[in-house]
């Protein structure tokens, strides 16, 4: 199992960026993106089901931000608007495999990261 991040980069407070993960052997898997700042744990952003239909976001970014896949074996995307200096933070996803989606636990696979600047 092989995922890639892509997408990430330096914005400007209030724009917009659109993250990429690729993962061969992700079909059929739920899949999740986290986030981690400096200093700050892994925390959870959102989740997608295998077949894009059922979706959940993190309360800090309801509103703003967007996970989707279009179907089982296609990448999955994260479209990030409204993005405020907070958002700072190196961006992974993963392929979700047992448990509670929200929890890091829960993921047995993981990306090596996209970084994301917001500047105020």
């Known amino acids: 199992v092989q995922l890639q991040a892509s997408g990430g980069g330096l914005v400007q407070n209030g724009g917009s960026l659109r993250l990429s993960c690729l993962c061969s052997?992700?079909?059929?898997?739920?899949m999740g993106w986290f986030r981690q700042a400096p200093g700050k744990e892994r925390e959870f952003v959102a989740t997608v089901s295998s077949s894009g239909d059922s979706t959940d976001v993190a309360d800090s970014v309801k509103g703003r931000f967007t996970i989707s896949r279009d179907y089982a074996s296609s990448p999955v995307y994260l479209q990030m608007n409204s993005l405020k200096p907070e958002d700072t933070a190196v961006y992974y996803c993963?392929?979700?495999?047992?448990?509670?989606?929200?929890?890091?636990?829960?993921?047995?696979?993981w990306g090596q990261g996209t970084e994301v600047t917001v500047s105020s």
């Open positions: 993963a392929r979700h495999y047992s448990g509670r989606s929200d929890y890091i636990s829960s993921y047995d696979f």
């Open positions: 052997g992700c079909t059929l898997y739920r």
